[in-house]
T-cell receptor, first 106, second 114 residues
Framework: EDQVTQSPEALRLQEGESSSLNCSYT??????LFWYRQDPGKGPEFLFT???AGEEKEKERLKATLTKKESFLHITAPKPEDSATYLC???????FGKGTRLHILP | NAGVTQTPKFRVLKTGQSMTLLCAQD?????MYWYRQDPGMGLRLIHY???????AKGEVPDGYNVSRLKKQNFLLGLESAAPSQTSVYFC?????????????FGEGSRLTVL
């Protein structure tokens, strides 16, 4: 059975304190691993797609990486506006991880 | 360019009532999806469509029906609402060849069943 697990469930950081979010998956025939950001009361917004192990993508303070079994979303020197829930999902759209709620304290 | 539009945004129903949620996209996307999002459960796929006139079941289809009569619209129906269907519903779409393309989401429809 395909599964996606995100950890931690919630993370509180001080502004400027770097950390990483994890997305581990057991999906046969993975065709892409997607990261989304969701703000309260809004729909998720696309961040990154990773297709092969070793691939990395960057956007401002975020960098996503992919291995054969997991993906990491690294956040460097975060700011309060980076506070959101971050979701990951395999490319088939069938399942999503439950997300990591990230809160950056000023 | 509105993207993905969901109506209504809020609705309160009594148990046993029926209703339809409308999702409209103006990006000419082939694939459309309906998810529900509950606290602690994340996003769960209800039904999806890979093109006009097609529908398929997702992870949690029971109690819901869908129709895709026009390419730009995807309707989610509740024939007899139950309190367990209280949730936030999200519609999403992605482009045709993009079985693995990124999803574009609507703003959500918050449904409360009393």
């Amino acid at each position: 059975e395909d599964q996606v697990t995100q950890s931690p469930e919630a993370l509180r950081l001080q502004e400027g304190e770097s950390s990483s979010l994890n997305c581990s998956y057991t999906v046969s025939g993975l065709r892409g691993l997607f990261w989304y950001r969701q703000d309260p009361g809004k729909g998720p917004e696309f961040l990154f797609t990773l297709y092969s192990a070793g691939e990395e993508k960057e956007k401002e303070r975020l960098k996503a990486t992919l291995t054969k079994k997991e993906s990491f979303l690294h956040i460097t020197a975060p700011k309060p506006e980076d506070s959101a829930t971050y979701l990951c999902a395999p490319g088939d759209k069938i399942i999503f991880g439950k997300g990591t709620r990230l809160h950056i304290l000023p | 360019n509105a993207g993905v539009t969901q109506t209504p945004k809020f609705r309160v129903l009594k148990t046993g009532q029926s209703m339809t949620l409308l999702c409209a996209q103006d990006m000419n996307h082939e694939y459309m999806y309906w998810y529900r999002q509950d606290p602690g459960m994340g996003l769960r796929l209800i039904h999806y469509s890979v093109g006009e006139g097609t529908t398929a079941k997702g992870e949690v289809p029971d109690g819901y029906n869908v129709s895709r009569l026009k390419k730009q619209n995807f309707l989610l129906g509740l024939e007899s609402a139950a309190p367990s269907q209280t949730s936030v519903y999200f519609c999403a779409s992605t482009e045709g060849q993009g079985y693995t393309g990124e999803l574009f989401f609507g703003e959500g429809s918050r449904l409360t069943v009393l």
